[in-house]
């Protein structure tokens, strides 16, 4: 079976982030199901139509083409002011184009997310998979995968300590490997 290359993407900058922290645990729980889990940054410019600088564009000619290779890609959200972050949302303006033909089409695509509150991004993730059906992409159909007190479910190196998370997080791909590789447009 060929290995599944899943891009991962994390809508948190900030070095200690705890949706960075939840992909890293992710990257070593798909490798028991044949797949592998490699990063893409979303350190882009604000999208702007305008903007023709080829070196201004080159972070995001890299994101695309990231998105483009990936058989399967998987999102970790944080909740910001009850949505996904912004940042997250510019990586995927940018992806989105052109419209209804872009990277995100047809691709099999999961959301998960970190967050510090007690209901933690429920609600960024439902917003996320609207955006995701708005580009066409195959939405992974499957209960949210939150974790809520987020700074509390990992050790002082970012490693996920809580094993309820990690068995619910191992499911999860198990799950979303299995799908992706039967829904993935080749
Ligand atoms: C601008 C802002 C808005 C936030 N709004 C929410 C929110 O609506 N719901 C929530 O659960 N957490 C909210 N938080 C807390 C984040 O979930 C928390 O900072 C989280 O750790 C961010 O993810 P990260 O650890 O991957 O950076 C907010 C944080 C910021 C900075």
């Known amino acids: 079976m060929a290995v599944l290359q899943v891009l991962g993407i994390s809508g948190s900058l900030r070095q200690a982030s705890t949706n960075t922290a939840l992909l890293n645990a992710a990257e070593a729980l798909v490798r028991r199901h044949d797949a592998e889990l490699t990063r893409a940054s979303i350190r882009l410019p604000l999208y702007d139509a305008d903007l023709a600088d080829p070196e201004a564009l080159a972070p ?10 990936a058989d399967a890609v998987l999102i ?48 960024a993730q439902g917003q996320l998979k609207q955006v995701l059906l708005g580009m066409a992409s195959q939405v992974f159909p499957y209960p949210e995968l939150v974790v809520a007190n ?37």
């Open 60 to 69: 995001v000619d890299e994101f695309k083409a990231a998105l483009s290779s």
């Open 150 to 186: 987020a700074a509390q479910r990992f050790d002082g190196q970012g490693k996920l300590s809580d094993p309820e998370v990690q068995q619910r997080l191992e499911s999860f791909l198990r799950d979303f490997v299995a799908w992706a590789r039967r829904v993935r447009v080749t």
């Open 76 to 123: 970790a959200t944080p909740e910001y002011n009850f949505g996904p972050s912004g940042v997250l949302k510019n990586a995927i303006d940018w992806a989105s184009r052109p419209a209804y033909r872009s990277v995100f089409r047809d691709k099999p695509v999961a959301v998960i997310g970190a967050s510090g509150s007690a209901v933690g991004t429920a609600r």
